[in-house]
């Protein structure tokens, strides 16, 4: 059982540049997640999405873009990356309040 | 507004000894209550969840936690530390009320360290 799966698991970009965080479930959750990780700081919720073609901003949306085209996909876009957007990247799906999370991606912008 | 706070950014303890992780939240009605764990370089998993029945929950590997309502407190104990505990652990908190969405609030986390 898959479950959350995130790829890729690393990646480093430079200023300026644009890439995709791709996340699949295959559990058939409505409610879907992005959060950021950053040290002493918990999880902060990007967006999220209630079912396909219906998505919505989170705590901090200003630098992503996100897509629900089916219930199993959830990307992530970075559009422009920055320093500031250097974090560890997780997406989760959810069912009566409980979270499922993927294992993360480390991303690094320099 | 939901918050909750989680006392001690490390704790550091002996192998057998007793975790103790503390975790107080502020919210006007009695919340739904969670703790996570995440183990390195992976995602977080819930260790378990208070809704509205016994306010003694039990989890997995061994943890518990206690409802105090007038403590507004959620901490997490487990009676012998095993080396595998070793990780960081978050609290958060769900607001009751029906919602666009499943909200949950993390806490800041805490950093278990077990020592041989």
């Known amino acids: 059982n898959a479950g959350v799966t995130q790829t890729p698991k690393f990646r480093i970009l430079k200023i300026g540049q644009s890439m995709t965080l791709q996340c699949t479930q295959d559990?058939?959750?409505?409610?879907m997640y992005w959060y950021r990780q950053d040290p002493g700081m918990g999880l902060k919720l990007i967006y999220y999405?209630?079912?396909?073609?219906?998505?919505d901003k989170g705590e901090v949306p200003n630098g992503y873009n996100v897509s629900r085209s089916t219930t199993e996909d959830f990307p992530l876009r970075l559009e422009l990356a920055a320093p500031s957007q250097t974090s560890v990247y997780f997406c989760?799906?959810?069912?009566?309040?409980?979270?499922?999370f993927g294992e993360g991606s480390r991303l690094t912008v320099l | 507004a939901q918050s909750v706070t989680q006392l001690g950014s490390h704790v550091s303890v002996s192998e057998g000894a007793l975790v103790l992780l503390r975790c107080n939240y502020s919210s006007s009605v009695p919340p739904y209550l969670f703790w996570y764990v995440q183990y390195p370089n992976q995602g977080l998993q819930l260790l378990l969840k208070y809704t509205s029945a016994a306010t003694l929950v039990k989890g997995i590997n061994g943890f518990e936690a206690e409802f105090k309502k007038s403590e507004t407190s959620f901490h997490l104990t487990k009676p012998s530390a095993h080396m595998s505990d070793a990780a960081e652990y978050f609290c958060a908190v769900s607001d009751r009320m029906k919602t666009s969405y499943d909200k949950v609030i993390f806490g800041p986390g805490t950093s278990l360290s077990v020592i041989p």
């Open positions: 559990m058939n959750h409505n409610y």
């Open positions: 989760a799906s959810s069912e009566a309040r409980e979270l499922f």
């Open positions: 999405s209630v079912g396909a073609g219906i998505t």
